[in-house]
Nanobody, 126 residues
């Protein structure tokens, strides 16, 4: 599976962006997909993940209620809708795919994901 993240950009605080993660490969629907982010000088952190069927989703506390993860398996794409953006959301955002060992597989740990996209920059100005 190859992943391509896009949709980042510069936005003012309170604004919105939608990130996309496009995947190649016929087995995309067998993978949970997560979004992670890394700000300069900080460790990579979990943002959100979605199960292979889209039935289960998990969010980091810092984004719950503002971000929404979704997927379209027919289009091999996962989305991250980000509303109410804050300056502290500024980071390089990565999507990652992890082969599902169960229907509700929604790991938070980056080590559970085998495939990673190249990242897309999100910058939120105050």
């Amino acid at each position: 599976v190859q992943l391509q993240a896009s949709g980042g950009g510069l936005v003012q605080a309170g604004g919105s962006l939608r990130l996309s993660c496009a995947a190649s490969g016929r087995t995309f629907s067998r993978y949970a997909v997560g979004w992670f982010r890394q700000a300069p000088g900080k460790e990579r952190e979990f943002v959100a993940t979605i199960s292979r069927s889209a039935k289960w989703v998990v969010y980091a506390d810092s984004v719950r209620g503002r971000f929404t993860i979704s997927r379209d398996n027919a289009e091999n794409t996962v989305y991250l809708q980000m509303n109410g953006l804050k300056p502290e959301d500024t980071a390089l955002y990565y999507c990652a795919g992890g082969f599902s060992i169960g229907q509700d597989y929604t790991p938070r740990a980056s080590s559970r994901y085998e495939y990673w996209g190249q990242g897309t920059q999100v910058t939120v100005s105050s």
